[in-house]
């Protein structure tokens, strides 16, 4: 299995452009994560999804913040104006409530800059 | 407000000496506590996880060391090795929400040969 597949690796954009991350959980798990990490606080959940439907978006910062899960193989996390504050390493995790449930799988992340 | 507490914050270690990691949570609620590694430009990945129902877990070089009362927990890394340089992070979750894992900020260890 190729794991979990995020791109891009980096994106460098604008203050005030759309920014969309995209992610393929490993084929069959049914829960996927959406993470944020910085410097200063480290990895946070962002929201999550249990086959395909949000079940808790509580660390979403904010309005500007939206995931959508559309299918069991890809979802999008999308920030819409970015500022510079939102400059992080976002990273995807899946994992199956079937084996091993509490074992999240996380992809490579995408780097991302909001100059 | 910050439920797992680790530190410290970066570890420097001569190959082959030990690595120990703490960490200490709040929630008493907390049922699962597993420890990530990351290297850099990866994702963290699972290295080894306990349950409060013992107090250690060993796999080859690395135990947990659990102490329930303390509400503490760490990890020990023995004959360190330059490979495992890289970032640790503890975890805690807990129950019927055992999928929302609360992480601590993570240690940078650095293994020198």
């Known amino acids: 299995d190729a794991g979990v597949i995020q791109s891009p690796r980096h994106e460098v954009t604008e203050m005030g452009q759309e920014v969309t991350l995209r992610c393929k959980p490993i084929?069959?798990?049914?829960?996927l994560f959406w993470y944020r990490q910085t410097m200063m606080r480290g990895l946070e959940l962002l929201i999550y999804?249990?086959?395909?439907?949000?079940?808790?978006d509580s660390g979403m910062p904010e309005d500007r913040f939206s995931a959508k899960m559309p299918n069991a193989s890809f979802s999008t996390l999308k920030i819409q104006p970015s500022e510079p504050r939102d400059s992080a390493v976002y990273f995807c995790?899946?994992?199956?409530?079937?084996?091993?449930?509490?074992?999240?799988?996380f992809g490579a992340g995408t780097r991302l800059s909001v100059l | 407000q910050q439920q797992v507490k680790q530190s410290p914050q970066s570890l420097i270690v001569q190959k082959g000496g030990i690595s120990i990691i703490n960490c200490a949570y709040e929630?008493?609620?907390?049922?699962?506590f597993p420890w990530y590694q990351q290297f850099p430009g990866k994702g963290p990945a699972l290295l080894i996880a306990i349950r409060p129902d013992v107090s250690e877990k060993k796999e080859g070089r690395f135990t947990i060391s659990f102490n329930k009362s303390a509400k503490q927990f760490s990890l020990h890394i023995m004959d360190s090795q330059p490979g495992d340089s890289a970032t640790y992070f503890c975890a805690a979750s807990r129950g019927s929400s055992n999928y929302k894992l609360t992480f601590g900020k993570g240690t940078l260890l650095t293994v020198n040969p």
């Open positions: 929630n008493t609620a907390f049922d699962y």
């Open positions: 999804f249990n086959n395909n439907v949000p079940i808790d």
């Open positions: 995790a899946s994992s199956s409530h079937l084996l091993a449930k509490n074992i999240q799988y």
């Open positions: 084929s069959g798990h049914n829960s």
